[in-house]
C-alpha cells in the first residue's frame, strides 16, 4: 500500500489527533483514554476514558494549565469522566508524578499547539463557571471571613441534608472498633462522644463550640452530657438550623447559638473549648493569635480539643481547586507546625490522635451518597453544584487515602496557677 493510501485509511477524527500528544506528555503511557464530541476515541483501551464533549474542555484546560483548568472543564461540563472518579483521579495523579522530573520540551508543545489549531479548539478563554469564589477585601479580615465561609457553608441547608447523615455532621467520622456494620451516623456520634469525653465534660460543664456548623457537637454535649453550650459560626443558615434544632429539642436553656467570629466572643472561663475542623479557615499568620485567644477562653485548667486537616508541600489551601470552589483562603500546615503553634499560646498538649483513614471511610460515605441522590441535589441545587461537590468528595477521599492530607485529634490544656507547660 502507497503511503497516500495508507494515510488516507488512518482514523482522522478529533480524539485521533489529541490522543499522541497525550501520550507524547507521558512517554508513551497517556493516563486516559479519549472520546471527543465528534464520536471519535483512541488511547489505552484499559484507561478510564475522559470525555471531551465540547471544545472548551480544551480551551479550559490551554488558558489555565494544570488542575484549575481541568477543574472548571469539569465543574462546566465541557470535561467528563466515565466510570470511577476517584479510579480516574488516582490514576492521573500518578502519572503526573512519574513524569514530573521530565516536563514536556518545546517539541512536545509545538505538537500540542498544531494538534489544537487543527480541531480548532484555539480561541478566547470560556467563562469562568459560576460557582467560583471571588472574594474581595483584606485576607481573614471579618469580612471577608464571613464572606468565605458564606461561599460554602450558605449553599442551602437542604443540599447539606441531602449528603449527610442525621447527626449533620460535617467533619471526619471515627469507627472505633473498624465495625464494618457502622453507618456514617453511627461513626459521627462515636466521634462526637470521643470529643465530649476528651473534653471531661460533665452535668453543668461550659463549652464554647468555635465553627459550630450545624450544631452536631453543640446538641450532642447539650443532650447527652448536660453542657451549658455557646455555639458560634460565621454562617447565617448554620445558625439558623441550629437555633430551629434548638427550639425543637427544648435546649434553649442549655444553648445559646449566635452569627459571631472568633475574635468577638466577649465571655471567656469555659470548662472546654472545642475547635472541630475550623482551625483550617483561620490563616497563616493568624493562627497564633487564635491559638492565644482559645487559651484566653478556658479557665484555668479547662481543656481544649481542635480537630483539624494538615498538610504540607506547595499547597497549603488544598490546592487550586479546593481554594477556588470549596473553602477560599483555607489554609494547612504540618501537624508538627499546629502542635507548637498550640504549645507557644501558653497550653499544654495533652494527646494527639491521628484520624487519616477514618476520614477516607467519611468521604467515601459522603461520595456514596451523592451518587445515590445525584438526580436530587441536581434538581436543588444544579449540575455544575452538584459535578462540583462530585469532584471535590472523588479528589478529599483520594487525598486522604494518599497521605497527602492528614486530621488529628489535638487535646491540650490551660494550665493551673502554678503549673507551666514543658
Not at 474581595?136 to 441547608?157: F, L, Q
Not at 460543664?205 to 456548623?213: E, F, I, K, P, T
Amino acid at each position: 500500500m502507497s503511503a497516500p493510501a495508507a494515510r488516507r485509511g488512518r482514523p482522522r477524527g478529533v480524539a485521533h489527533f489529541l490522543a499522541p500528544v497525550l501520550a507524547a506528555f507521558f512517554d508513551g503511557h497517556p493516563p486516559v483514554r479519549l472520546r471527543a464530541w465528534d464520536g471519535s476515541e483512541a488511547g489505552p483501551a484499559d484507561a478510564p476514558v475522559a470525555v471531551l464533549r465540547d471544545r472548551d474542555a480544551l480551551r479550559y484546560a490551554v488558558t489555565r494549565p494544570g488542575e484549575l483548568g481541568l477543574a472548571r472543564a469539569y465543574v462546566s461540563g465541557a470535561l467528563d469522566v466515565e466510570g470511577d472518579l476517584t479510579d480516574a483521579l488516582r490514576r492521573v495523579g500518578a502519572a503526573v508524578r512519574r513524569h514530573r522530573a521530565s516536563p514536556p520540551g518545546p517539541g512536545e508543545w509545538a505538537g500540542a499547539a498544531r494538534a489544537l489549531l487543527a480541531v480548532g479548539a484555539v480561541g478566547a478563554p470560556p467563562p469562568r463557571p459560576r460557582g467560583e469564589a471571588r472574594l474581595r477585601g483584606r485576607t481573614h479580615s471579618r469580612e471577608r471571613d464571613a464572606a468565605a465561609i458564606s461561599h460554602h457553608y450558605d449553599a442551602g441547608n437542604a443540599v447539606y441534608s441531602l449528603l449527610l447523615d442525621e447527626t449533620m455532621a460535617y467533619s471526619c467520622a471515627y469507627w472505633p472498633d473498624d465495625d464494618p456494620h457502622a453507618t456514617l451516623a453511627d461513626a459521627q456520634r462515636a466521634k462526637l462522644d470521643l470529643v465530649c469525653r476528651e473534653l471531661g465534660l460533665r452535668e453543668g460543664a461550659r463549652l464554647l463550640d468555635v465553627g459550630c456548623g450545624w450544631g452536631s457537637l453543640t446538641l450532642y454535649a447539650a443532650r447527652r452530657f448536660g453542657a451549658h453550650v455557646t455555639a458560634v459560626t460565621l454562617s447565617a443558615a448554620q445558625r439558623d438550623h441550629v437555633a430551629a434544632r434548638v427550639r425543637d429539642e427544648g435546649l434553649h436553656d442549655r444553648v445559646e447559638v449566635g452569627l459571631r467570629h472568633y475574635r468577638d466572643i466577649d465571655r471567656g472561663g469555659f470548662d472546654a473549648v472545642a475547635a472541630i475542623e475550623m482551625g483550617e479557615h483561620v490563616g497563616r499568620d493568624e493562627y497564633a493569635p487564635f491559638a492565644r485567644r482559645l487559651r484566653s477562653l478556658l479557665r484555668p485548667g479547662g481543656r481544649l480539643l481542635v480537630q483539624q486537616m494538615s498538610r504540607g508541600g506547595d499547597h497549603p489551601g488544598g490546592g487550586p481547586f479546593i481554594e477556588r470552589y470549596i473553602a477560599p483562603d483555607m489554609y494547612m500546615r504540618p501537624l508538627g507546625e499546629t502542635v507548637g503553634l498550640i504549645e507557644d499560646a501558653g497550653l499544654e498538649v495533652t494527646g494527639v490522635r491521628s484520624m487519616r483513614e477514618h476520614y477516607v471511610r467519611t468521604a467515601r460515605a459522603w461520595s456514596a451518597e451523592l451518587e445515590r441522590r445525584y438526580d436530587d441535589l441536581v434538581a436543588l441545587a444544579g449540575e455544575e453544584a452538584a459535578r462540583t461537590w462530585r469532584l471535590y468528595l472523588a479528589g478529599g477521599a483520594l487525598a486522604f487515602e494518599e497521605g497527602r492530607m492528614g486530621v488529628h485529634q489535638i487535646s491540650a490544656r490551660r494550665p493551673g496557677p502554678g503549673e507551666g507547660t514543658a
